[in-house]
C-alpha cells in the first residue's frame, strides 16, 4: 500500500482542455426531454451545501449528517481550496482528489486526498437529489 509520505510532493506543469457539450449526448430526467438545453426537468427533490472542513492534508473520510440522505440518494462532490474571503473557493497549487462517495441513510461519507506538504483549507461542495 502506498503511503502519503510516498507520494511525490513536487508541482507540476498542469495542462488546460475545454470542451462542448455534445446535446445528442445528454439524458434527461422526467418525462419529457425539453425543448432546449436551457431548461432542464428534473425530478425529485434536491439542493447543494457546502461544508468548510477546516485546515487538512493527506487522507481523510469525512462525514456529513443530514437526515435528508438515504441509500438511494445521489450524491455529487467537489472539493477545494479555501475558504476565500467571500466564503468561495479558489484553484491553488494543491491537488484535491475526491474518491468516493457513500450515501447511506442519515449520513453521507467523502473520502478525499489532498496533496500538500502542510494543513490547508478544504471546501466541500455537495449536491444532493433524492429521486
Known amino acids: 500500500m502506498t503511503t502519503t509520505a510516498d507520494r511525490p510532493t513536487t508541482l507540476v506543469e498542469v495542462d488546460h482542455l475545454q470542451a462542448d457539450l455534445d446535446p445528442s449526448a445528454t439524458q434527461f430526467m422526467g418525462a419529457q426531454k425539453p425543448a432546449s438545453l436551457n431548461v432542464q426537468d428534473l425530478r425529485g427533490t434536491g439542493f447543494t451545501y457546502r461544508h468548510n472542513w477546516g485546515m487538512r492534508r493527506g487522507w481523510w473520510d469525512l462525514r456529513l449528517n443530514t437526515t435528508a440522505v438515504g441509500p438511494n440518494t445521489r450524491v455529487f462532490a467537489s472539493a477545494a481550496e479555501g475558504p476565500t474571503s ?46
Open 86 to 131: 467571500d466564503g468561495g473557493k479558489f484553484l491553488g497549487n494543491a491537488r484535491y482528489l475526491v474518491y468516493n462517495i457513500a450515501p447511506v441513510a442519515g449520513h453521507v461519507d467523502v473520502r478525499i486526498f489532498i496533496d500538500w506538504q502542510t494543513p490547508i483549507g478544504c471546501v466541500i461542495d455537495y449536491f444532493i437529489v433524492n429521486p
